[in-house]
C-alpha cells in the first residue's frame, strides 16, 4: 500500500497569509486528491490534482483560493491563500490505487487561522 | 448519482460487546465500497473493501461488512469492542472507474465505555 506523507502537520497562521501544504507519495498512484475536513464533519474534495496541468476543482472551490500543483506523479501542494478563521480545517492529501480505487491517506494538516 | 447516508452520528457501547455501524447507498453504477477508521488527531485507515469478490468482506482488527445489493447497505461489525476501537468511522461509495467520484458518508463517532 501507498505511504503518504504531508507537511506540515499543524500550523497556526495569520489572517491574510498563506500556508502550502506539501504531499509526497511513495509510489506511483494513479489519481491525488485535495481533500477538506473542517471540525467534525466529514470530508470534502477540494479538487483532483492532475500531473503537468491545471487541477479539477470541485462546486465551491476555486483555483484563487486553493492553488495546487502536482509536477510528477509522487508530489502535490496545495496552497491555502488569503486565510481567513474559516479556513480553519484539517486539509488531507489523498492517493488512489490504480485496480480497486482504495484511497490512501496522509495525516493530515491541521490548520488554524488567528 | 452516488449518496451515502450512516444511519447513526454516534455509537456507544460496553467494551467487549458487538459493534453495528449502519451504512446505505445510493449508486448508479456497480459501486466500490470501503469503511476507513480515523482515530483522534490522525490520518483515514483503510478498514476493509468490496470491489465485487465475496459479499461479507473482512478487515483488520476484527472487523467485517456485508455487502447487501437488495438492501443497499455496507453496515460494519465487530464482535467484540475493544477501548482502541473508539474512533470515527466513515463510509465510502465509489464507481469503479471514477475514482474521482469518491464519496464519503458523514461519519460515525464510536465510544466505548469500559
Known amino acids: 500500500s501507498a505511504v503518504i506523507s504531508q507537511k506540515p502537520s499543524r500550523d497556526i497562521c495569520q489572517r491574510g497569509t498563506s500556508l502550502t501544504i506539501q504531499c509526497q507519495v511513495d509510489s506511483q498512484v494513479t489519481m491525488m486528491f485535495w481533500y477538506r475536513q473542517q471540525p467534525g464533519q466529514s470530508l470534502t474534495l477540494i479538487a483532483t490534482a492532475n500531473q503537468g496541468s491545471e487541477a479539477t476543482y470541485e462546486s465551491g472551490f476555486v483555483i484563487d483560493k486553493f492553488p495546487i500543483s502536482r509536477p510528477n506523479l509522487t508530489f502535490s501542494t496545495l496552497t491555502v491563500s488569503n486565510m481567513s478563521p474559516e479556513d480553519s480545517s484539517i486539509y488531507l492529501c489523498?492517493?488512489?490505487?490504480?485496480?480497486?480505487?482504495?484511497?490512501?491517506f496522509g495525516e493530515g494538516s491541521r490548520l488554524t487561522v488567528l | 448519482a452516488q449518496s451515502v447516508t450512516q444511519l447513526d452520528s454516534h455509537v456507544s457501547v460496553s467494551e467487549g460487546t458487538p459493534v453495528l455501524l449502519r451504512c446505505n447507498y445510493s449508486s448508479s453504477y456497480s459501486p466500490s465500497l470501503f469503511w476507513y477508521v480515523q482515530h483522534p488527531n490522525k490520518g483515514l485507515q483503510l478498514l476493509l473493501k468490496y470491489t465485487s469478490a465475496a459479499t461479507l468482506v473482512k478487515g483488520i482488527n476484527g472487523f467485517e461488512a456485508e455487502f447487501k445489493k437488495s438492501e443497499t447497505s455496507f453496515h460494519l461489525t465487530k464482535p467484540s469492542a475493544h477501548m482502541s476501537d473508539a474512533a470515527e468511522y466513515f463510509c465510502v461509495v465509489s464507481p469503479k472507474t471514477s475514482y474521482d467520484k469518491v464519496i464519503f458518508g458523514p461519519g460515525t463517532s464510536l465510544s466505548v465505555i469500559p
Open positions: 489523498s492517493g488512489s490505487a490504480a485496480n480497486t480505487g482504495e484511497l490512501f
